[in-house]
């Protein structure tokens, strides 16, 4: 299997040489290990759940209204803020009464994408996912019940449910199909990677495209961060600082299986120069420092992944890299609602 790895990776490094002389036009999709293209398919993968407009609508008033929470002071916007690329700027989130959660908080653009939802993947839709938050006692801390009564007692919600769902209800499967099919609609696309993939060659710096290669070639990023979305939806063990210590196991607390132990999903990179703290823990501040942590190759712990080791990578390929990651970002604009209904 390896070695039909490295067969191909060689034919690919034949086929580029060859390529970058003949056809430089289509440069970008041709040479790269598989492909990088943004599915034209949506990603509205629950037919029964399909992202109407007055749907996505309602899930964006209610993702940003703080009465969904216990106490009416935080709503899912307050962690997954709009201006800060749907992410908090925080190491840790924090909670319900001011507390830190024991996990950073992760971006929700491409959050659509995700075959698994959370550091540790224990929730496998977004269906599924969106009322996690709302329940938790750690970050807002609302009874779903009691959440039900609530908006039943609010006659801008009633019509609106009325208006989204055939069952007119509101209930806590509506509340989460509306919340899911909102995130749905935060996809990156058109970034300045994806125009140059799909051929407009001078967008891409001459550094940007040495970083691209650097990382499927030397850095060997792409063995976790593969295709359009940066990430094989695996979980890893990249042998973080923390794991020593860390009580969180991640993917291991929710399989049991030891080769899970202290390992994390591959989140996305789109974006990722906007979205430091990084990694589960928050524990490295810069993107800088990110790539230095990776040219050491992590930590080694008795579970980390095979796939890390120390890169050798020279001053200018960090930087290189840095400017390929900094072409994978783009705005995903949503308009904030300035009212909520009464
Ligand atoms: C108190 C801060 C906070 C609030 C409020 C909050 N989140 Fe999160 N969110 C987080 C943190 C922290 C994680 C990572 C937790 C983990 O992986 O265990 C997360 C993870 C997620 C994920 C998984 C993303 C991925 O890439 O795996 C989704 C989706 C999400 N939140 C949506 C929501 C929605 C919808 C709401 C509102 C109903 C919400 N969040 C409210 C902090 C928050
Ligand atoms: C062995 C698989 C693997 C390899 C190889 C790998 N990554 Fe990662 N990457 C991950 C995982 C898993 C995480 C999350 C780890 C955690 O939080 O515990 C991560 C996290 C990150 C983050 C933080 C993102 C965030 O939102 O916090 C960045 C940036 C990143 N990787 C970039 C890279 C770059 C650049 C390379 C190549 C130099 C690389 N990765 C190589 C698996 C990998």
């Known amino acids: 299997m390896e070695l039909l790895i490295k067969m191909k990776k060689l034919c690919f490094s034949i086929l580029f040489v060859f390529q970058i002389s003949c056809f430089t036009s289509v440069y970008a999709e041709q040479f790269t290990q598989q492909s990088y293209a943004v599915p034209v398919q949506k990603p509205y993968i629950f037919a029964k759940n399909k992202p ?4 996505v609508e309602l899930g964006r008033i209610l993702f940003f209204d703080k009465r969904v929470s216990g106490n009416n002071s935080m709503s899912c916007a307050t ?5 800060k690329f749907w992410s908090d700027g925080l190491k840790l989130g924090i909670g319900h009464n001011g507390v830190q959660l024991n996990r950073s908080t992760p971006t929700l653009i491409n959050a659509a994408y995700n075959k698994k939802q959370f550091w540790d993947g224990r929730a496998s839709s977004l269906e599924q996912q969106s009322t996690m938050p709302i329940e938790s006692p750690q970050e807002m801390n609302q009874n779903l019940d009691e959440l039900v009564i ?5 006659k801008g919600y009633v019509a609106l449910f009325a208006e989204t769902f055939q069952s007119k209800r509101i209930t806590r499967a509506n509340i989460s199909r509306a ?6 609609s935060l996809t990156s696309e058109n970034t300045v990677f994806d125009r140059w993939y799909l051929g407009e060659n001078d967008v891409m710096s001459k550094s940007a495209i040495r970083g691209f290669k650097i990382f499927e070639g030397k850095a060997e990023c792409v063995e976790c961060h593969s295709g359009f979305n940066f990430t094989d939806d695996e979980f890893h063990n990249i042998g973080l600082k923390s794991y020593a210590k860390s009580r969180d196991m991640g993917r291991y607390d929710i399989t049991g299986n030891f080769r899970d132990k202290g390992a994390f999903k591959t989140p996305t990179l789109r974006n990722v120069v906007n979205t430091a703290p990084y990694m589960h823990d928050g524990s490295i501040q810069t993107i ?10 992590g930590i080694k712990n008795e579970n980390i992944d095979e796939d890390m080791k120390k890169l050798n990578l020279t001053q200018n390929e960090k930087s290189d890299l840095i400017a390929f990651l900094k072409t994978l970002s783009g705005n995903v604009q949503v308009s904030i609602p300035v009212s909520f209904p009464k």
């Open 150 to 154: 609530e908006l039943k007692g609010i």
């Open 79 to 83: 962690c997954h803020r709009p201006d």
């Open 288 to 297: 800088d420092q990110v790539i230095d942590f990776y040219n050491e190759g």
């Open 179 to 184: 919340l899911a099919a909102f995130q749905r």
């Open 52 to 55: 109407t407009k007055a749907l």
